[in-house]
Structure formats: C-alpha cells, structure tokens
T-cell receptor, first 113, second 113 residues
C-alpha cells in the first residue's frame, strides 16, 4: 500500500523560531490533512487540503498541497510554548479507498524557552 | 456540543479477559474508524465501517472485533486473542465525499494487569 514519509522525526527549537515539516508519499494523493496531538489526547485537525497547489493558513500555521500531489508541508511561524506536541500528516490516495487515511509517523516538536 | 466521545479514558484488562471500548459520535457521519497507536508510532487501522451494519478489517484486525448496529456507535472489543493489547486506541469518524475530513475522539488507553 501507499507509504508516507514524514520529516523531521523531531525538532528542538527556541521559542519564536519558525518551524517547517513535510510529508512525501509514494503515490498521488487527493487529500492532505495535518493534525496536532498532545500527550494522552486524540489528534486535532489543523488544516485540510484538497487541491494541488492549495495553500491554506490557520493563524500562525500554513500548509500547502504540493503540485506533484505527492507531498505537503506545514509551517508554523513564531513558535510559542503551546505549539509543543506531535504533528501528523495524513492523506488519501487518488484511488479513493474506503479504508481511511494513511498517516505519517509524526514530527515531535519540542520548544525550549 | 458536536463531536466524538470515547470511554473509558483508561481501561485495565486482565489476562484472558475481553474488554469493550466505547465510541459515540453525534456528527451524523456515516464512516467510523478504529486506530491503534503505539509509542513513537503512527496510527494503524484496526477496523472501519462505511455504513450501519457493515464493517471491514483494517491492517491489524486480528484479536479485535467490532459492531455497527447504530450510526452513532462503533464499539471495539479487544479479545483475549490479542496478545499485546497495551496501546492508545483512537476512534474517528468521517464526513466522506470529495472533501473528506476525519475527526478523532480523545482516545482510550488500555493497560494489561
């Protein structure tokens, strides 16, 4: 089946820095979703992307659906302590299978004050 | 409030015991999913259901069972056949369609005594 490579695996940054993470797939996707998960909680949807080239913002977060339809990135500007968590990308391939999303393994974001 | 609820938050299982995890949604979504999350891992699909009275095995269905008697409810039973049940279990539901978005519940952590 399709695979998602999410990088980096973890990030140690200073408060106020910008953050960038990305996901690449082995097949063409028609949906990209970005989630944030805090310890002991379920993932919360941050941004949803449905069209190649689409660039969408949610506050300090910006995500883009790559024009090749095989990648997506998430940027966080001016990081703050509450940005700490695990960020997951998820996607659905163009085959439109009914078996849910494919998930990346997550990027652990750690912010040093 | 609209959303997905899971109960209990924590669940302890004794050897040889079956336990059932509850998932309820009031989003009027047709599709529901169960995922397993292990430390440092992405989400792995256990079972999914696209419509009431129908469900399909995901990637790691062995040792688990589900039912979908009502649109709002998709309980997961972890049977004694599941030899390594300790994990964080996440339920999700989806609105389907061309702009599908999947929403998650808060999760249930299952521990073996």
């Amino acid at each position: 089946g399709q695979q998602l490579n999410q990088s980096p695996q973890s990030m140690f940054i200073q408060e106020g820095e910008d953050v960038s993470m990305n996901c690449t797939s082995s097949s063409i996707f028609n949906t990209w979703l970005w989630y944030k998960q805090e310890p002991g909680e379920g993932p919360v949807l941050l941004i949803a992307l449905y069209k190649a080239g689409e660039l969408t913002s949610n506050g300090r977060l910006t995500a883009q659906f790559g024009i090749t339809r095989k990648d997506s990135f998430l940027n966080i500007s001016a990081s703050i302590p509450s940005d700490v968590g695990i960020y997951f990308c998820a996607g659905r391939d163009s085959g439109g299978g009914a078996d849910g999303l494919t998930f990346g393994k997550g990027t652990h974001l750690i912010i040093q004050p | 409030d609209g959303g997905i609820t899971q109960s209990p938050k924590y669940l302890f299982r004794k050897e040889g015991q079956n336990v059932t995890l509850s998932c309820e949604q009031n989003l009027n979504h047709d599709a529901m999913y169960w995922y397993r999350q292990d430390p440092g891992q992405g989400l792995r699909l256990i079972y999914y259901s696209q419509i009431v009275n129908d469900f399909q095995k995901g990637d790691i269905a062995e040792g688990y069972s589900v039912s979908r008697e009502k649109k709002e409810s998709f309980p997961l039973t972890v049977t004694s056949a599941q030899k390594n049940p300790t994990a964080f279990y996440l339920c999700a539901s989806s609105n389907g369609g061309s702009e599908e978005t999947q929403y998650f519940g808060p999760g249930t952590r299952l521990l073996v005594l």
